[in-house]
């Protein structure tokens, strides 16, 4: 079983990050992926680079599998982060295509209504991150944090992207692309310690939030997830669950929401076997008529709901 590490020469914030891991001990090359893609090898770690958009190369897991007979257990890709404000920040998160609905094209890559499988990592990285940049001196310059559930491309094995935001400025920055590389270094264990956030259900906690609710950067899910031994599944902002307010005298509330929920749960279970998956719902995200419709499917769905003191 390898991890399959994705990079773009067309992306800064991309192929830094993976110059600084290449310059580490132990990289050797490996045959091109086809039709045209460089390889490297370091232990149990296979990272590879294209020259296209990031989000819009479909099934390189499976790609790689066929391409090599070794068999992928999950997927890592670089990226950069754009955001309206422009505020430098270094980010990690899911992905997934759950605001669209079939027939809808996507903007940025997976296909509509789909959920990736999240890779465990997410919640321990996240907070492995945050002591990095700190000890870098990377803040309060960036902010550290993660994103909801979205964009592609598409993947069939646990998936995260780790992205430098938010200007070409901060995109070039070698200190941030160092930060990430030392993130995946010291997180897949390739410099001789335990590897971080490998899942198994016999060994501490077995609780992994399902976020639902909130803004793209989940502030209210993310205090949980600072919490030790706090696993993470997918994160679902506002914009992945469209609800249709229904008219008066009608009860039925339209959209894709459902779906998006029901999507991104069996995702998530997939990704923790034996996990106790916790539905995390930003309340105040909600009105009232959303929150009773949302609280109503979960419990139909033998979906549980955790308050903070739940992930204790």
């Known amino acids: 079983m390898v991890t399959l590490i994705v990079a773009t020469t067309y992306d800064p914030a991309s192929i830094n990050p993976a110059a600084a891991l290449l310059s580490m001990p132990g990289w050797i090359a490996v045959p091109i992926l086809p039709p045209d893609m460089k390889s490297f090898s370091n232990q149990q770690t296979r990272l590879i680079q ?9 099934d390189l897991d499976l790609r790689w599998e066929e391409a090599t007979g070794e068999s992928v257990d999950e997927v890592i890709f670089l990226s950069r982060h754009t955001a309206v404000s422009n505020r430098p920040a270094l980010t990690v998160h899911p992905i997934g295509v759950l605001h669209l609905k079939e027939g809808e094209s996507p903007p940025q890559g997976g296909k509509p209504g789909w959920a990736a499988l999240p890779n465990p990592r997410i919640g321990p990285w996240f907070r492995l991150l945050k002591k990095l940049a700190d000890s870098h001196g990377l803040v309060p310059e960036f902010e550290i944090t993660l994103e909801g559930t979205h964009h592609g491309p598409i993947t069939s094995k646990p998936t995260m992207f780790l992205e430098i935001g938010s200007t070409e400025e901060y995109w070039k920055r070698e200190d941030a692309a160092q930060v990430m590389a030392l993130l995946m270094w010291e997180g897949l264990g390739l410099g001789g310690v335990e590897a971080v956030g490998n899942w198994n259900s016999e060994i501490g906690k077995r609780k992994v939030l399902l976020g639902i609710g909130g803004g793209h950067y989940a502030p209210r899910h993310t205090d949980i997830v600072l919490k030790d031994d706090i696993w993470v599944g997918h994160l679902l902002s506002g914009y992945s669950l469209p609800m249709e307010e229904p008219k008066p005298g009608e009860n039925y509330i339209g959209g894709s929401w459902r779906e998006s929920i029901k999507a ?19 309340h105040k995200s909600f009105k009232g008529w959303q929150k009773k419709a949302i609280t109503e499917f979960l419990a139909e769905q033998n979906i549980n709901v955790g308050k903070p003191d739940d992930f204790a």
């Not at 294209?50 to 479909?58: L, M, N, Q, T, Y």
């Not at 991104?264 to 930003?282: V, Y």
């Open 50 to 58: 294209h020259d296209r958009s990031i989000v819009k190369e479909d």
């Open 264 to 282: 991104a749960f069996e995702a998530t279970k997939a990704s923790f076997p034996g996990g106790e998956i916790l539905a995390h719902l930003d």
